[in-house]
Each structure stands twice: as C-alpha cells, then as structure tokens.
C-alpha cells in the first residue's frame, strides 16, 4: 500500500552572506542561495528578519536552473534565463517594521504561490534600495506546504 503525504509543512532557513559595502538597486544579494529537495506544493509565508535594519525592498527570484549571477551585481539574467524562472515575489519597503527601541527590521508576507515541480531551486534576492549590510545580517525564512500528494 502507497501513503500518500498532504498538507506537510516544510521549512527552509537562508542567510546568505552579504557584502558589507552599499548595494545598488537591481543588484543581487548573497550571489545564489540553492533550495534543494523542494516539494511541490504552495510557497505559504516568508519571514524576513534585517539584523542590520534596513528595511528595504526586494524581489524574490526562483529559477529550475542557476543562471549563475554574483553578488553585488545587476541582476541581469539573459531571455534563455529567465525561461528557467519558476516565479517571483516582490516585497515592499513597507512591509518591514522595526520596533520602537529595536535594533532589528522584521517582514511578514504570504506569497501562495505554487511550485508546480518538485526538485532543486536557485533563488536570488534582488534588492529594490541601496542598503548597506552586515555580513549575515538577512535571514529569510520559508514555510511551503506539501499539499500536492506524492
């Protein structure tokens, strides 16, 4: 007899690891940050917690395959590159808080996007400001629910 799993929650915690220079809009935080084993399903929240405060604005990128682009450059992904793009999120400035006497910016979003295949993902973090980072001071946390069976 085959079971099948549905409505399992999984949980992915990144922390890429930032230059600690000014980053320019449009570029690339951390280089690529590589999610593996994914399960089909819906990509249900994301925690967002800025240790540096910043606060800024940013979209979200997953692809099938690495278009293999750098930290603290463009994100400049070719036409045949973006083919490989699964889909993308963009959070807003204005979805951070930072608590009155807090040293640290918080973001809280739902997605619900759904990841057709299950598989390896390449996610990129595109910055929409020019913030200026520790080194490992963006942690990005996860949550995606396996509600495809399998």
């Known amino acids: 007899m085959s079971l099948k799993k549905h409505n399992t929650t999984f949980l992915k915690t990144l922390t890429p690891t930032l230059d600690t220079n000014a980053y320019t809009a449009g570029d690339v935080l951390g280089g690529v940050q ?9 990509w249900r929240h994301l925690k967002i917690v800025d240790k540096a405060a910043q606060a800024t604005g940013m979209r979200i990128w997953f692809f099938r395959a690495d278009p293999d682009i750098a930290d603290d450059v463009a994100f400049s992904p070719t036409d ?4 490989d793009a699964a889909c993308f999120y963009t959070i807003n400035a204005g979805k951070y808080i930072t608590p009155t006497g807090g040293a640290n910016s918080i973001a809280f979003v739902s997605p619900n996007i759904d990841i057709v295949t299950a598989g390896t993902y390449y996610v990129y ?18 949550t995606f629910w396996n509600n495809k069976g399998g």
């Open 34 to 42: 590589t999610i593996a084993d994914l399960p089909a399903g819906v």
């Open 80 to 83: 045949s590159e973006l083919d």
């Open 125 to 142: 973090l595109e910055t929409l400001g020019t913030p200026t980072y520790a080194e490992e001071s963006l942690t990005l946390e996860f």
